[in-house]
């Protein structure tokens, strides 16, 4: 039996041998074609002077929780602002967390009970398989945007049954078809769990929301650490749905509740998204330009998240590099962050990209490809 180090020790070396080592970067220079900042929010001067002032009139803002939210860690001002999430996004209730990571692994982990059933897209988000792998339920994933295949195992699903996909893949860059789902979902009496992590901000509320598909969902998870260029998640769901996850997720009991400055910076970076609609028209047009270029993405025409699939680990990561001695920067998406042999450089358009920067970035990809 190998000892705990020499286990290690021969995990970190097959990483290594297999070229996939993951190390923490330091902070790169380069032209952004690879953060989650769509509408540049994080760097938004406008926002900073909006929040910064909140703190100058209200400095207890910045003050810990000081425990749990069943404990001493709630405030007027956290339930305020769920209050107004939940009308935002026309639902009933509305349940803060610290990430997006926190909030599905706090649903999954909690709600699917032992003898229920888990059907989830095979391209779904690490965070929903590792709240998956906390639950007794049946876990089983479907192909990816499949609904034949969905189908099948729900008519041989037992207990209830609960389907999870994201509206917009991270890692794909192509659309669930929320339509589709509910139909089927309805049919079978199941429940819809939708990750809107990066459709939020970029498609209004999300494309639950924008569809009108609010009522027809079961639960949808908010991130705002993209778009909104913040930090946090939200639960949204009915009152039932909130009141079991505070009885019932221990993601949620036993975790330190939050600052309120957390909520009231995400009540002001909603009244900002609404009062800058065009930075989502520049996204638009942006990824319309990049799109125009000929390169074979396989990404939606309408995504922030444009993917070309290369053969290779070494071709990505070759592809990747030659980009930022350019001064551009992308993601080389490697396994285990997509299966082996998927390998794909990721790239992430935002609305303060400019025409020049997104010409030059597509003339080098085919000069390097």
Known sequence: MLSTLSFLELAIEKRKQEKVLRQLPAAKNGIDFYSNDYL???????????????IIQQPDLLKGATGSRLISGNSDRTMQVESFLAHKHQVQSALLFPSGY??????????????????????????????????????IKFRHNDMQHLEELLKRSRGNCFIAVESLYSMDGDFAPLH????????????????????????GYGLVSQ???????????????????????????????????????SAFIYTTGSSDLYAISIQKGYEFLKENPERIQDLQNNI????NSGLPFSSASESPIQILRGTTISCVKNLQQQLEKEGFLTFAALAPTVKKGEERLRICLHSYNSSDEINQLSDLIKKHL
């Open 180 to 203: 589709a789902l509910t139909l089927i979902a309805k049919r079978y009496n199941a429940n819809l769990v939708v990750d809107e992590a990066h459709a939020f901000g970029i498609f």
């Open 102 to 139: 926190t909030a599905n692994t706090a649903f999954f982990s909690s709600v699917p009970q032992r003898g229920d059933t888990i059907l989830m897209d095979e391209c779904i988000h690490r965070s929903v398989r590792d709240g998956v792998r906390l639950s007794d339920a049946h876990k």
């Open 40 to 54: 540049g929010f994080s760097t938004e001067s406008g926002l900073t002077e909006i929040l910064v002032n909140e």
């Open 288 to 291: 319309l330009l990049l799109r």
């Open 211 to 249: 569809k009108k598909l609010q009522h027809r969902v079961f639960a949808t998870m908010i991130t705002y650490g993209k778009a909104l260029g913040l930090n946090g998640a939200a639960i949204l769901g009915t009152e039932l749905l909130i009141s079991f996850l505070i009885n019932f997720s």
